[in-house]
């Protein structure tokens, strides 16, 4: 079975609670009041404590396929992806890597892969859709010079696939031994990702810096694990500045300074930008009614 988050109880840092009712006792569409869960999703702990989830399960698919597909570039792996979200196949998940990084998940994890961007593709459905999706994919690929290994059908073979992006960070420490990483993420729309992310990789190599590349492109967004030497200031300061143009490539591209790492600190400059000043003043204004002492990660977004 595979869960999802249906329901969230939320406790502000006064005691107050903001809880929305249980399964069973909840429309799954309502229109009551502000959509308090989307607020706190994300909030990076500034506006209150998450206490408890309610889970809702859904049955496996009756068949499962996961490949990996090798291209002849990033832009190649990336707009099949755009190719593929445009013929609406029915992906699970697709998962991007450039050759930096699937050269680092393929030694770190024992598999050899190929040393080329690279796609690991899930689909699921009943075993008769399963086949016309399988076939779909595969031409698509091939449009954009892609090949890719057998299918993997069974469980352990899937795992194994995965687990290689699973570690993907600690396979992106591996290459510089003995050095720090610092992961950033955008998100744009994806009509626009085949150019950022090409881009994006150009950028790190005019910079000089590791930067493998790995993302949920299916949604638009993309992640960049820089490894540095901490001791040097000139190699973070370089770290500093292109995390600052990617986001501001992002922006240009009318997406998000940031799809999942949230703001934190470092990105505090590029969120006015992306929201305006009217905008950062409301989000301010929520802040203070909801922690009115500023108790909630102090400093952090705001």
Not at 74 to 88: D, H, K, R, S
Not at 158 to 167: A, T
Not at 250 to 268: D, F, M, S, W, Y
Request: hydrophobic letters at 40%; charged letters at 20%.
């Amino acid at each position: 079975m595979r869960p999802n988050v249906l329901n969230l109880r939320v406790v502000l840092p006064d005691g107050r609670l903001l809880h929305t009712a249980g399964p069973g006792r909840q429309p799954r569409k309502r229109a009551a009041g502000y959509d308090l869960t989307s607020l706190f999703v994300g909030s990076e702990g500034t506006l209150g404590f998450l206490t408890q989830a309610t889970l809702r399960l859904h049955p496996l698919p009756e068949a499962t396929a996961v490949t990996v597909a090798s291209f002849p570039s990033v832009g190649a792996a990336v707009a099949c992806t755009v190719q593929v979200l445009q013929a609406a196949v029915p992906v699970a998940r697709i998962e991007f890597l450039d050759e930096v990084m699937a050269d680092a998940c393929g030694r770190f994890s024992g598999t050899g892969l190929p040393v080329a961007a690279t796609l690991l593709l899930e689909l699921h459905g009943s075993r008769h859709s399963l086949a016309e999706q399988q076939q779909q994919m595969e031409e698509i690929m091939q449009q954009n010079g892609g090949s890719s290994l057998a299918w993997a059908e069974g469980l352990e073979e899937r795992e194994r696939l995965w687990s290689m992006r699973h570690n993907a960070w600690y396979a992106a420490l591996a290459l510089r031994p003995g050095c720090q990483g610092y992961s950033t993420d955008v998100c744009v729309p994806i009509s626009r990702l085949p150019d950022v992310v090409v881009e994006t990789k150009q950028d790190l190599q005019a910079s000089g810096l590791t930067g493998p590349m790995v993302g949920h492109v299916g949604d638009g967004n993309f992640h960049c694990i820089l490894v540095f030497n901490s001791q040097d200031p000139e190699e973070a300061q370089r770290i500093h500045a292109f995390t600052q143009r990617l986001g501001r490539r992002a922006l240009a591209a009318g997406g998000t300074c940031t799809g999942e790492h949230g703001v934190g600190l470092g990105k505090r400059a590029l969120l006015q930008e992306e929201l305006g000043q009217e905008g950062l003043d409301t989000l301010r204004s929520i802040k203070a009614a909801l922690d009115p002492h500023n108790l909630m990660n102090p400093g952090k977004v705001l």
